[in-house]
């Protein structure tokens, strides 16, 4: 590993943040994508409906508050969830899955998919 990325692991506390995370128990008909964790959020994915890459939601994960407030606490966020982007608790992910079911059943086709 290079000191580079060893410096950012420790900065980051990505092995403390990754005890953090929960389990995820996603759907059958959902595809997850994971992506690189860019412009300062803590984990990312992308989720679409099987078949269907017209309804597709962001999901990231905020352990400091670097992509918007939250009281302090870590969360997730979900784009586009009735046209806006909805946050829960990190620790919730009954709420989390409830946002990704939502975002899934509001987003509108998009032209040329």
Same mark, same amino acid.
């Given at each position: 590993?290079?000191?580079?990325?060893?410096?950012?692991?420790?900065?980051?506390?990505?092995?403390?943040?990754?005890?953090?995370?929960?389990?995820?128990?996603?759907?059958?008909?959902?595809?997850?994508?994971?992506?690189?964790?860019?412009?300062?959020?803590?984990?990312?994915?992308?989720?679409?409906?099987?078949?269907?890459? /017209?309804?597709?939601? +962001?999901?990231?994960?905020?352990?400091?508050? @670097?992509? $918007? *407030?939250?009281?302090? &606490?870590?969360?997730?966020?979900?784009?586009?969830?009735?046209?806006?982007?909805?946050?829960? /608790?990190?620790?919730? +992910?009954?709420?989390?899955?409830?946002?990704? @079911?939502? $975002? *899934?059943?509001?987003? &509108?086709?998009?032209?040329?998919?």
């Amino acid at each position: 590993m290079s000191i580079e990325r060893y410096t950012m692991d420790s900065n980051r506390k990505w092995r403390e943040r990754g005890d953090l995370m929960p389990w995820l128990s996603f759907p059958v008909e959902w595809e997850v994508k994971c992506i690189p964790p860019f412009a300062g959020a803590d984990v990312r994915f992308l989720v679409r409906l099987k078949g269907q890459p /017209d309804k597709t939601v +962001s999901v990231y994960a905020d352990f400091d508050e @670097a992509l $918007g *407030l939250y009281g302090g &606490e870590a969360y997730w966020e979900v784009y586009p969830v009735d046209d806006n982007n909805e946050r829960c /608790d990190l620790a919730d +992910s009954s709420a989390l899955l409830a946002l990704i @079911a939502r $975002g *899934l059943n509001s987003t &509108e086709p998009t032209e040329g998919n």
